[in-house]
């Protein structure tokens, strides 16, 4: 079991030690920052998902804590030898890689083809899907430590059009996002302005029972 503060860096390009770590609670965030200072948030980890030392090093990634982070990490190598938990690690990084993969593709993707209202929007509900329930039954959304800063670096938006296009869902009865609370006043219809089809978060069985054999 691992604890990280909020802030701290769980992995960066000095990092030398092979480690593996599923997120059981929190919210990480993995960044680059290129020559001219900029950041480019690369993406949002969550509860369930696996976090690969060597795959940050590979992508030049740094990865922090947004909020208070929870973690296991897992014992052995990706050789696929020794215990039975360490012979399942080929197959859970590979199914890691398909789900951060479909992420990605979808972003580029969103990037490329929408407008900054329809790009929030688009991640607003993806980081709801992979959040889950809200803590409050009654709540239609999940509680999201994310800066509007961090959204922006993620999106290719500065942090005052964040604000203008958040402005904007609120105004038009679609999505209140206030003291680290999103809440979806339509759901339905922001999924249908932004085009949202959850079906990419999703590892297909298929893939899994392949596996399997």
Not at 48 to 75: H, K, N, R
Not at 151 to 167: Q, W
Request: aromatic letters at 6%; hydrophobic letters at 40%; proline letters at 3%.
């Amino acid at each position: 079991m691992r604890r990280f503060a909020p802030g701290a860096t769980i992995f960066d390009t000095e990092t030398d030690a092979s480690r593996i770590l599923f997120i059981s609670s929190g919210w990480v965030v993995s960044s680059r920052t290129m020559s001219n200072g900029t950041r480019i948030v690369t993406d949002f980890s969550l509860h369930g998902d696996v976090l690969s030392s060597a795959s940050a090093l590979m992508s030049q990634e740094s990865v922090q804590a947004i909020s208070p982070v929870t973690c296991y990490e897992f014992a052995g190598q990706l050789s696929g030898q020794g215990s039975e938990g360490a012979s399942q690690l080929p197959f859970i990084m590979t199914v890691e890689m398909m789900k951060r993969h479909a992420r990605m593709v979808e972003r580029l993707a969103s990037i490329g083809r929408r407008d900054a209202f329809g790009r929030t929007g688009h991640l607003l509900l993806e980081l709801a899907v992979r959040a889950g329930n809200a803590s409050r039954p009654e709540l239609d959304g999940f509680e999201c430590p994310l800066k509007q800063a961090e959204i922006g670096d993620a999106l290719g938006l500065s942090t005052v059009h964040v604000n203008r296009v958040l402005k904007d869902m609120r105004v038009a009865g679609l999505l209140s996002f206030r003291n680290g609370i999103v809440e979806f006043l339509n759901r339905r219809k922001l999924m249908e302005i932004v085009d949202f089809e959850p079906s990419y978060l999703s590892v297909p069985d298929a893939s899994i029972g392949h596996a399997d054999r």
